[in-house]
């Protein structure tokens, strides 16, 4: 790949682009670890002037996606968080010539910045337990426990006007079980699911996803994503349900958690 030669030769855009591509898994196996290795390496080559100092503000970007979620490594909310800073000061220089450059990473940055600065100044209970253990194994079963009844459903609910979904019973059940894990669960590293999927599959579709690729705490931020956006979208849940996208992560859930018990 050109991405792989660039990174041979030490290009800190092709060491970050060729990270984005192990975190999506196109044309390679999806490998995260791989994937924040790279980032560092872009960010160590990044210059201090011109394109160079920009390339290194984009991998600092990518860096704190990941130190702020853990993907590919472990969860460190203060290093991100100066890493957020780093890539707006720097990426922010370029907007006084070129605004629309990097508008979109400029805004991510900002806001990455912002978000974490007040958390480490007022994390709330919740939210310190989750920073200490979101990458622990943790049970989904009050979620799995639905899969059977999914499974062997041939309708899920039925639109109203194309206005909303009334949802079979079945169907409600399994929404208020994740409505409950996540309002419960905050110390699982729930509270910024968001984030989680964003630095897990950076442009990957979640209908396009395969749920062998990721972990067990990613393929959750999946099923509370949709879930939760019934509330905006209606019928998003029930397109992934006739599709059986959501079968297939909780059928994921599901073999994690057993592959956990035999260890």
């Given at each position: 790949?050109?991405?792989?030669?660039?990174?041979?030769?030490g290009?800190?855009?092709?060491?970050?682009?060729?990270?984005?591509?192990?975190?999506?898994?196109?044309?390679?196996?999806?490998?995260?670890?791989?994937?924040?290795?790279?980032?560092?390496?872009?960010?160590?080559?990044g210059?201090?002037?011109?394109?160079?100092?920009?390339?290194?503000?984009?991998?600092?970007?990518?860096?704190?996606?990941?130190?702020?979620?853990?993907?590919?490594?472990?969860?460190?909310?203060?290093?991100?968080?100066?890493?957020?800073?780093?890539?707006?000061?720097?990426?922010?220089?370029?907007?006084?010539?070129?605004?629309?450059?990097?508008?979109?990473?400029?805004?991510?940055?900002?806001?990455?910045?912002?978000?974490?600065?007040?958390?480490?100044?007022?994390?709330?209970?919740?939210?310190?337990?989750?920073?200490?253990?979101?990458?622990?194994?943790?049970?989904?079963?009050?979620?799995?426990?639905?899969?059977?009844?999914?499974?062997?459903?041939?309708?899920?609910?039925?639109?109203h006007?194309?206005?909303?979904?009334?949802?079979?019973?079945?169907?409600?059940?399994?929404?208020?079980?994740?409505?409950?894990?996540?309002?419960?669960?905050?110390?699982?590293?729930?509270?910024?699911?968001?984030?989680?999927?964003?630095?897990?599959?950076?442009?990957?579709?979640?209908?396009?996803?395969d749920?062998?690729?990721?972990?067990?705490?990613?393929?959750?931020a999946?099923?509370?994503?949709?879930?939760?956006?019934?509330?905006?979208?209606?019928?998003?849940?029930?397109?992934?349900?006739?599709?059986?996208?959501?079968?297939?992560?909780?059928?994921r859930?599901?073999?994690?958690?057993?592959?956990?018990?035999?260890?």
């Amino acid at each position: 790949m050109c991405f792989e030669r660039a990174a041979e030769l030490g290009d800190a855009e092709g060491l970050a682009l060729l990270g984005d591509l192990y975190i999506e898994g196109q044309v390679c196996t999806r490998d995260v670890r791989r994937a924040f290795s790279l980032y560092e390496r872009a960010f160590e080559r990044g210059g201090d002037t011109g394109q160079m100092h920009y390339a290194k503000a984009i991998a600092a970007l990518r860096l704190a996606r990941c130190l702020r979620c853990g993907v590919g490594c472990d969860v460190d909310v203060k290093r991100a968080r100066d890493l957020y800073l780093f890539a707006h000061k720097y990426l922010g220089e370029i907007s006084k010539t070129y605004p629309w450059w990097y508008k979109r990473e400029r805004d991510e940055a900002l806001e990455g910045d912002d978000f974490l600065t007040q958390l480490l100044c007022h994390p709330s209970h919740e939210e310190r337990l989750a920073l200490r253990n979101t990458n622990s194994a943790h049970s989904y079963t009050s979620v799995t426990r639905f899969l059977p009844a999914l499974s062997h459903k041939s309708t899920f609910g039925t639109w109203h006007e194309y206005f909303w979904v009334s949802y079979d019973h079945d169907v409600e059940q399994f929404q208020d079980a994740v409505e409950s894990f996540f309002s419960k669960q905050p110390d699982w590293g729930f509270y910024d699911y968001l984030s989680l999927l964003h630095a897990n599959l950076l442009s990957t579709s979640l209908s396009q996803a395969d749920p062998e690729d990721y972990d067990a705490r990613t393929v959750m931020a999946m099923v509370i994503y949709i879930v939760r956006g019934e509330k905006f979208d209606p019928g998003v849940l029930l397109d992934f349900l006739e599709h059986g996208v959501v079968q297939r992560w909780l059928q994921r859930l599901q073999d994690t958690e057993q592959d956990n018990r035999t260890l």
